[in-house]
């Protein structure tokens, strides 16, 4: 069965300390892979998409890997501003269905 | 550019009732989706829409549960009866490339069935 795991639940960091999140997954052929910023009460806000592993792109503080079981979602010097759920998904070769994980509540203190 | 825009934005209806939710895609945008967002099963695709074609319901949980789009700007989900159960927040997404890329997300309708 295809599932996603995103871990920790939650994180609280100080401002500029570095962490990184993990998105496991397990789908029988990746078609790609989805990280998504949401904030309380508010629909999820796409962030990047990678499609094979070794894959890497960026957007300012936020950096997304690949590996063939896993993504990480690497936060570099965060801002309070950085503070929010991140979601990863991932969409199946097979039947193109989309699984999100249940998120990742990222904190980070002033 | 206005976004997604949902409607209404909370609801509150009583077991039984008929719930209708609206959503009004980014102009331009082919692709439409429905998902359903709870703290204990995150969120789930109900089903999506290519230039207004239904191509996969497989995630709509009930027959209760239905949706149309009649043309390009305007889809709704309907819930029939409606079931303490179906309480979440739902999401109305579009997109201009259909599944395989980045969907632009409404801000939700929150869903209280009492």
């Known amino acids: 069965e295809d599932q996603v795991t995103q871990s920790p639940e939650a994180l609280r960091l100080q401002e500029g300390e570095s962490s990184s999140l993990n998105c496991s997954y397990t789908?029988?052929?990746?078609?790609?892979l989805f990280w998504y910023r949401q904030d309380p009460g508010k629909g999820p806000e796409f962030l990047f998409t990678l499609y094979s592993a070794g894959e890497e792109k960026e957007k300012e503080r936020l950096k997304a890997t690949l590996t063939k079981k896993e993504s990480f979602l690497h936060i570099t010097a965060p801002k309070p501003e950085d503070s929010a759920t991140y979601l990863c998904a991932v969409q199946a070769r097979r039947d193109d269905k989309i699984i999100f994980g249940k998120g990742t509540r990222l904190h980070i203190l002033p | 550019d206005a976004g997604v825009i949902q409607s209404p934005r909370h609801e509150v209806t009583e077991m039984g009732q008929e719930v209708t939710l609206r959503c009004k895609p980014i102009?331009?945008?082919?692709?439409l989706f429905w998902y359903r967002q709870t703290m204990m099963r995150g969120l789930e695709l109900l089903i999506y829409?290519?230039?207004?074609?239904?191509?996969?319901d497989s995630g709509m949980p009930e027959d209760r549960f239905s949706a149309k789009m009649p043309n390009a700007s305007f889809s709704t989900l309907k819930i029939q009866p409606s079931e303490p159960r179906d309480s979440a927040v739902y999401f109305c997404?579009?997109?201009?490339?259909?599944?395989?890329?980045?969907?632009?997300f409404g801000p939700g309708t929150r869903l209280t069935v009492l």
């Open positions: 789908v029988s052929g990746l078609r790609g």
């Open positions: 997404a579009s997109s201009s490339t259909g599944l395989h890329s980045e969907q632009f």
């Open positions: 829409f290519n230039n207004n074609v239904p191509i996969d």
């Open positions: 102009s331009g945008h082919n692709s």
